[in-house]
């Protein structure tokens, strides 16, 4: 065996964490061919029925995947410029391109994009975000530790909702609560070391997210939603005119709306939409049911701080 063989043979495996973190040549081009195939993916994942209302799509509502794709973008860039404008351009193209990609099977059309106004202010933030977040980074001091906790934060706050809703109607988002978990840990001990910068991170993380917790619950805000869905989603027929019966009274109730599609023309479909005036302390699972003349649906609203979801049977 030659000096050459027994050199690689001694050479420790790489760090895949380490690899995923600060080792990937993240170029341009390979970002935006990311960005593009990140978003069609989750796009066709949001239009898969048997997914709906389950961990799997939860990808393209809440915020717990798409920190771990920034830090990777964080880290894997050069400067504090390029970590900026490589964030916002990732989210500048993915989030479109998942309702790009679901505008074809929606009844709702290009209404979908109403909910794009939430991850648009997200894909601003990163301009920023990622300008500082590399800063403090690339310190590997106590200042890398407390810039990564918030973000560690949002995915345990997140995390916490998912294992709420899965406590509550088991197994629902019991998946995508361990995905927190699991992300949260990856984070850490990819972005982080020593094991006390790593201690300082979890600490201030999980004591950013208990009191975050508690001030939600002790100081509710008023809150007014709409959650939109076609009838035939849930077996709701369009020519019956339907009403809610629910704890909530007038506070929640259904609307039946045409879809418009080119031109503002209506297409001669529906899609009905709930209307949700919340007071604050409504958070949790409720059983509504949705009636007709001859039909009863029984449904449930799930509500809480970062989303809400709605099922009928």
Known sequence: MSMTEQKKNTEPKPNLLKKLFYGLNLTWPKLIIASVAIGVFVGVLMCIPPLKDTSFTRIGVIMYWWVLFGTIIITNSKTNLESALKCF????ISQPVIYLVQVPFSVSGWGL????????????????????????????DIWSALILAPAVMIVLYEGFGEFG???????????????????????????LEPWKL?????????????IFIFATIAKPEDHMMGLSFAGADYGVNTDKEWHIESEFGERLRIKKEPVYGEDDQETGEYIYTIFFNGNGNDFGSHEFKIISEDETKSCQLTIDKTSSSLSCE
């Open 198 to 210: 790593r201690s300082i991170a979890i600490a201030v993380s999980i004591i950013a997210t208990i």
């Open 89 to 92: 351009v990732f989210f500048l």
């Open 165 to 191: 809703a899965a406590f509550a109607h088991f197994p629902q988002y019991l998946l995508s609560g361990c995905f927190c978990l699991a992300i949260a840990t990856i984070i850490i001990l990819g972005v």
């Open 113 to 140: 994009f109403a909910f794009y106004k939430y991850w648009f202010m997200w894909t601003l933030a990163t301009l920023p975000m990622g300008f500082i977040g590399h800063w403090l980074i690339a310190r590997k």
